[in-house]
């Protein structure tokens, strides 16, 4: 067997090991079990752009991104849309129920932070549990390597040393998340949504692509360097991105935690700036193409995606190939030129530019 695929096979069956074990909520006061539920609210959002209660979604491409024909958009049931073990039945509720099941989302700092924070729970959910199904799966290599022909050992282990080189840049998000969250989690203690920050975009329908992710702002949508992640410390900015319904009309909330103490924001407020800069007209399109470039928590209404030419699926999938390949250009945008027909009727923002 082709060593590649072994290694993708190997690194599914540890990340669906690994993701079936129990998980204690996220809550920093609470050891309960975690139970699954939405990132992305099945009623208030999912429900309004299913068909057949069924969205589609970017498969996932962590196991296997060697080639355009693996990256696919695929149906899946609204159930199981988003859903995660982040928090106990209580916590849950507590939390998040009030505005979500009620629909009564609000631009407010108190429920930027609670989108902001479960949104951070899940990416580190997420990276962690990678983390270990790849140096598992390295492992799992290495004690393979006893039964490999003479003649292909040495690109063998060559292989491996590539895999542990990139395992070991995997290992450094977890960290700065945990970091992230452990402040975070103070503040959710205290109740203390003073410093977050947003900015928030009303437009005038329910979006037909929806997703709920975090990004670490390492470019504007001028293509201007913001961080390096390569000179890395635990002070990263890290903004989450809400594409949502809301009052029967749609939202793209950016927001993230301010606190000087906690995050190191200047390379935030540039992007942001660098957005504001865009056109109200062309913003919408900007923002596609920014979820598209780095995000797997995208849900698509059937409706829309069926409607696309097969020209216009293949640019969405060009921009996730070129992200996967790390030549993506956030000022490429217009390539989505009627792609959607949202309208910007509103900005909200706590933010002084």
């Not at 057949?52 to 899946?76: A, G, Q, T």
């Not at 505005?99 to 700092?109: D, R, V």
């Not at 140096?135 to 490999?148: G, P, S, V, W, Y």
């Not at 399109?285 to 059937?302: C, Q, R, V």
């Amino acid at each position: 067997m082709d060593v590649y695929k072994l290694f993708q096979i190997k690194l599914k069956e540890h990340f669906q090991k690994i993701s079936n074990k129990r998980r204690e909520c996220c809550h920093p006061n609470c050891n309960k079990k975690a139970i699954k539920s939405h990132t992305v609210s099945k009623v208030s959002n999912l429900l309004k752009i299913s068909f057949e209660k069924h969205v589609y979604h970017i498969s996932n491409s962590i196991f296997n991104i060697n080639n355009d024909s693996l990256i696919n958009f695929r149906k899946i049931g609204i159930n199981e849309a988003s859903f995660y073990p982040l928090f106990c039945a209580k916590h849950d509720a507590n939390l998040f129920e009030p505005f979500e099941k009620n629909n009564i989302l609000k631009i407010t700092q108190k429920h930027s932070f609670l989108l902001h924070y479960r949104i951070l729970n899940k990416a580190l959910y997420l990276k962690e549990i990678l983390y270990d199904a790849f140096t598992k799966a390295i492992h799992d290599l290495k004690e393979n390597e006893q039964f490999i022909k003479i003649e292909d050992l040495q690109n063998y282990k060559k292989f491996i040393n590539e895999l542990t080189k990139e395992a070991s840049i995997m290992g450094i998000e977890p960290k700065m998340l945990i970091h992230q969250k452990e402040n975070l989690d103070k503040l959710l203690i205290k109740r203390n949504y003073k410093n977050q920050s947003y900015y928030a975009i009303i437009i005038d329908k329910i979006p037909e692509i929806q997703c709920s992710t975090t990004w670490i702002p390492i470019l504007d949508f001028d293509n201007n360097e913001l961080f390096d992640l390569n000179n890395y410390n635990l002070h990263v900015p890290s903004i989450s991105i809400d594409i949502l319904a809301f009052e029967e009309k749609g939202i793209i909330l950016f927001s993230w935690n301010s606190a000087n103490e906690y995050t190191y924001s200047e390379a935030n407020i540039k992007f942001i700036k660098s957005l504001d800069n865009i056109l109200n007209t062309e913003k919408p399109i900007a923002i596609l193409h920014l979820i598209f470039s780095f995000s797997e928590n995208i849900f698509i209404s059937p409706i829309w995606f069926d409607s696309l030419e097969e020209n216009k699926k293949e640019i969405l999938k060009g921009i996730q190939i070129k992200a996967f390949e790390k030549m993506n250009i956030l000022e490429d945008y217009k390539i989505l030129e009627d792609f959607v027909d949202w309208n910007v009727v509103d900005i909200k923002t706590n933010i002084e530019f």
